[in-house]
C-alpha cells in the first residue's frame, strides 16, 4: 500500500504488539520514514539469531530500520540528520533518553496500553488480567522524562466481553490504539489536539513480570487468581507448579486451562522432559502435586 500521508516520522518498536500498531498505521496511509528496533537474539534450545517481529515487518515493507545495542550519541546523531516531524513508541523495550525524545518538533507519542494513569509501567495488559479488570484501554500520550507521566493526547475503551488471555487482549489493544493513533498523529501534527495532563494522584504502578510469577499453588491459592494468572501469563512466561514423580521433583507447565463451576479446570499439561499431555493422565502416573 502506498502512503498517502507525508508526515516523516520514526517508530520505535520491538515485538508483535508493535507490528499489529505498525499494520493499523500503514491500512491508514501512515508509513514510518525509519523504523528503530530490538537487535536480533538467539531463541529457542538451538539459540538461533533471531530477528524481531518488527524488524521482520520492516523488511518485508522495505521500510529502512535501525537496531542500536545502545542508544548513544553515534545513534542520536543518526536521528539527527533526517527531518522527522515526530518519533512514535510502541513496546520498544528500553528506556528513550531525553536527547532523542526531544529532537522531532512534535515530540515522542507513546501507544500505552491501559487507560492512564492506571497500571504505568513495565506490565500494564498483564496486571488488568490479574485484576479482573472488564474495561480496559489504550492511551496516546506525550513521553516526558518520567515512566508513562506524560500529558495524554486521547485515550479509548475496550470492554472485556469475554475472558482473553494476555496474547488475544494484547493484539485487541495493539489494533485500537494503531487505530487511535492513525486519527491522532494528523490533528497532533495540526495543532487540533490540547495534551492533558495525567491525573498523577491517581496513578498506579506495575512491574516487570518475571519466570517467578508464573509459580501457582494448585492446593492453596485461590482457584480463581490462578486463572487469571494463567490468562495474564499468556504466552510467557505461562502458568507452572511443581508436583513429585518417583521421588524427583519436576516443574508442570499448564498448556490449557478452563474456568468452570467456579474451578480452575487443567486440561493439559506439559512436564519437565516430557510432552504435552492430558492432566488426567498426567495424574495417573503416580505423582505427588505439592
Known sequence: MKATN??????????QFAVFVLEELLRKG???SLVVTAPDKPQGRGLLLTPPPVKVWAEENKI???Q????DTDFTNKLKTGSYKLFVVAAYGKIIPKEVLDIP???????H????????????????ILKGEKEIGVTIMLIDEEMDHGP?????KLKVESEKNASELGKDLAQLGGKLLSEVIPKWIAKEIKPKEQNHEEATFTKKVTKE?????LKNDDQYKNYLKYLALDPWPGVYFFALRREQKIRVAIKKAEFIDDKFVIKEVLPEGGKVMAFDDFLRGGVVIE
Do not use: C, M
Request: hydrophobic residues 40%; proline residues 17%; glycine residues 8%.
Open 213 to 217: 510469577d508464573g509459580l501457582i499453588n
Open 152 to 156: 495524554i493526547l486521547e485515550s479509548r
Open 68 to 71: 542500536p545495542a545502545k542508544l
Open 30 to 32: 501512515l508509513k514510518p
Open 113 to 128: 496500553p491501559s487507560l492512564l494513569p492506571k497500571y504505568r509501567g513495565a506490565s500494564p495488559l498483564q496486571s488488568q
Open 105 to 111: 518538533p512534535h515530540g515522542t507519542l507513546n501507544v
Open 6 to 15: 507525508n508526515i516523516p516520522f520514526v517508530f520505535f518498536g520491538t515485538p
Open 64 to 66: 529502512p530500520f535501525l
